[in-house]
């Protein structure tokens, strides 16, 4: 199983994405990502969610071998409904989502990351949306959030990547920490807001998202859109194909 999800005796669910070697995730994944996210949501004994990762790195994006070896548009479009259902169910979890990040977090990791509430890195962190590389668009969303306006499409347009050691200046990750030391650092803050009355975190939490001044959902939405045309046109198969070593634009 390449998401897990277990709950601790102090209310602390950790949710951990599995999927070597560098956790790009299946369309399944996806949508076991929402699961687990929605689990914890109507599961009152959770108090806060750890999102957090095994092996080189938090997570790759979407599986493009996958999508590249599947024929027609299903595996497309299992991934843009898979990832959309995940961010969402990370953006409105009822109780707060704690992301714990390692290593490289690209894609639509970085849409896991950007709709959680908290963001904690080891010092060998970074972000990132290749999605132009890939003749895809979706992410900037919540790129967005991590980075002022300029620095997203600067980052965007370029597939550049921003260290997590750069990212707390903006205040976007907490705190960065040598690795082995990153899951007592989401724990720590875990553990403050598993002290609180869960009745209030959880009312804090749909505050928040009220007043949030994008609506993450439909915004995510809209870019997808874009990746559509671009697959009709042919480009995104195209320089996926670059990217996987395979020939499905020709097929």
């Given at each position: 199983?390449?998401?897990t999800?277990?709950?601790?005796?102090?209310g602390?669910?950790?949710?951990?994405?599995?999927?070597?070697p560098?956790?790009?995730?299946?369309?399944?994944?996806?949508?076991?990502?929402?699961a687990?996210m929605d689990?914890a949501?109507?599961?009152l004994?959770?108090?806060?969610v750890v999102?957090r990762?095994e092996g080189?790195?938090f997570?790759?994006?979407?599986?493009?071998?996958?999508m590249?070896?599947?024929?027609?548009?299903?595996?497309?479009l299992?991934?843009?409904?898979?990832c959309f259902?995940?961010?969402k169910?990370?953006?409105?979890?009822?109780?707060?989502?704690?992301a714990?990040?390692?290593g490289f977090?690209?894609g639509?990791g970085?849409?896991l990351?950007?709709?959680?509430?908290?963001i904690v890195?080891?010092?060998d962190?970074?972000?990132?949306?290749?999605?132009?590389?890939?003749?895809?668009?979706g992410a900037?969303?919540?790129?967005?959030r991590?980075?002022p306006?300029?620095?997203?499409r600067?980052?965007?347009?370029t597939?550049?990547?921003i260290?997590?050691?750069?990212?707390?200046?903006f205040?976007?990750v907490?705190e960065v920490?040598?690795?082995?030391?990153?899951d007592d650092a989401?724990?720590?803050v875990?553990?403050?807001?598993a002290?609180?009355?869960?009745?209030?975190?959880r009312?804090?939490?749909?505050?928040l998202?009220?007043?949030?001044?994008i609506?993450?959902?439909k915004?995510?939405?809209?870019?997808?859109g874009?990746?559509?045309?671009?697959?009709l046109m042919?480009?995104?198969?195209?320089?996926r194909?670059?990217?996987?070593?395979?020939?499905?634009a020709?097929?």
């Amino acid at each position: 199983m390449p998401i897990t999800s277990q709950l601790r005796p102090d209310g602390i669910r950790v949710v951990t994405m599995e999927h070597p070697p560098v956790n790009a995730l299946p369309v399944q994944g996806w949508y076991d990502v929402a699961a687990a996210m929605d689990e914890a949501a109507t599961d009152l004994d959770t108090r806060v969610v750890v999102l957090r990762a095994e092996g080189r790195g938090f997570n790759a994006g979407v599986d493009i071998k996958e999508m590249q070896s599947t024929a027609g548009f299903d595996a497309l479009l299992g991934a843009n409904k898979g990832c959309f259902a995940a961010f969402k169910a990370v953006y409105e979890c009822a109780v707060p989502v704690i992301a714990a990040v390692n290593g490289f977090c690209l894609g639509g990791g970085v849409g896991l990351v950007g709709n959680a509430d908290c963001i904690v890195a080891s010092d060998d962190a970074y972000f990132g949306v290749p999605e132009v590389k890939q003749g895809a668009l979706g992410a900037a969303t919540h790129l967005a959030r991590l980075v002022p306006q300029h620095m997203m499409r600067t980052l965007y347009f370029t597939s550049r990547t921003i260290r997590a050691a750069d990212l707390v200046q903006f205040g976007s990750v907490l705190e960065v920490v040598p690795r082995a030391e990153l899951d007592d650092a989401a724990m720590r803050v875990a553990t403050d807001i598993a002290a609180q009355d869960t009745r209030v975190v959880r009312a804090a939490k749909e505050c928040l998202n009220g007043i949030d001044p994008i609506d993450v959902n439909k915004s995510y939405r809209f870019e997808q859109g874009f990746t559509m045309e671009l697959n009709l046109m042919g480009v995104s198969d195209e320089l996926r194909d670059g990217f996987a070593g395979t020939d499905k634009a020709h097929q």
